[in-house]
């Protein structure tokens, strides 16, 4: 009898997984060095980067909106937005429809700098993937949707186009 989709991984050790971990772990940490140096020119830190990464993603995004998609507290988001708009990389806009609304757009610097960040992220994964092969870049976009939190993956399936 065939075996259901995914089920013999139910069966890894707890060794398996702690190892697993700790490649999440270091795959993180080699993920966010190249970003993390181009941010300390700036003296910026990630939160900046996922702001600038997201609001290119959406422009016109309301705050609101990041603040979901990020789950930060909105004290936390307007310190990071307050930055990025005092030193040109983000522009935010009045609401047409409603003015109590804040829309966030990358300004041209912020496009620049969003571009050098990506570009960073991209040649690495792109090396990675290329040496693991197509099967396990789709088993890794598999496992990733599903480490995801249900509510988050709606944010996720908006970019299928060019997700991994």
Do not use: C
Request: glycine residues 8%.
């Amino acid at each position: 009898m065939a075996q259901a989709h995914g089920e013999t991984l139910l069966f890894l050790t707890d060794e398996q997984l702690r190892r697993a971990t700790e490649a999440m772990f270091f795959a993180y940490r080699g993920f966010t060095a190249d970003p993390d140096r181009i941010l300390s020119g700036y003296d910026y830190g990630r939160a900046h980067h996922r702001a600038i990464h997201f609001i290119h993603r959406s422009p016109g995004t309301t705050v609101n909106n990041l603040l979901a998609i990020l789950g930060v507290t909105k004290q936390s988001l307007n310190r990071v937005l307050r930055t990025l708009v005092d030193d040109g990389l983000v522009e935010s806009r009045v609401g047409q429809r409603d003015r109590r609304e804040r829309h966030l757009f990358l300004t041209p610097a912020g496009e620049a700098l969003e571009r050098e960040l990506s570009d960073a992220q991209r040649a690495r994964m792109r090396a990675a993937f290329r040496e693991a092969g197509p099967t396990a870049v789709a088993g890794f976009r598999e496992v990733l949707e599903h480490m995801m939190d249900p509510e988050l993956r709606r944010y996720f399936a908006g970019g299928r186009d060019d997700a991994p």
